[in-house]
């Protein structure tokens, strides 16, 4: 039980510093509250309403899953490469089978135009 302390003190430590973070940033911050302040952020440009029947462009999301996705196999990559020595031949076997399966799904994206931006 004593390995659990450290992480339970800093899993209490940081909720202590979001509390804290927000109840500040409520009592301190400026309460000028305006129309602008309260639509929806979009990168700069100013937002407009889309006419009925016109879809939204789906490729964002699209970019924005595969990001995700390439950005899980460096998560599970990096655990692999601290341990690669214990893993021995079985680790590699699986972390080759990873990337293979990775390198798959990228070339079928990259295949089908979706890493083209436009």
């Known amino acids: 039980m004593s390995l659990y302390v450290p992480i339970v003190l800093l899993a209490g430590l ?12 409520a009592l301190a911050g400026p309460r000028r509250w305006n129309r602008a ?3 929806s ?3 700069g440009i100013e937002p ?3 006419p009925q029947g016109i879809r939204f ?3 964002y999301y699209l970019t924005t899953m595969l990001f995700i996705i390439f950005d899980i196999e460096i ?13 021995g031949v079985f680790g590699l076997v699986e972390m080759v089978t990873f990337i293979i ?6 070339a ?6 979706g890493l083209d931006w436009d």
């Open 57 to 59: 462009p789906v490729k």
């Open 75 to 87: 998560i599970f990559l990096y655990p692999w490469a601290v341990y690669f020595d214990k893993l």
């Open 41 to 43: 952020y979009e990168c």
């Open 108 to 113: 079928y994206v990259w295949r089908r135009g």
């Open 37 to 39: 302040k309260l639509e």
């Open 14 to 25: 940081a909720a202590v510093f979001a509390i804290f973070s927000l109840v500040m940033g």
């Open 101 to 106: 399966t990775v390198l798959v799904a990228y």
């Open 48 to 50: 407009t309403r889309q």
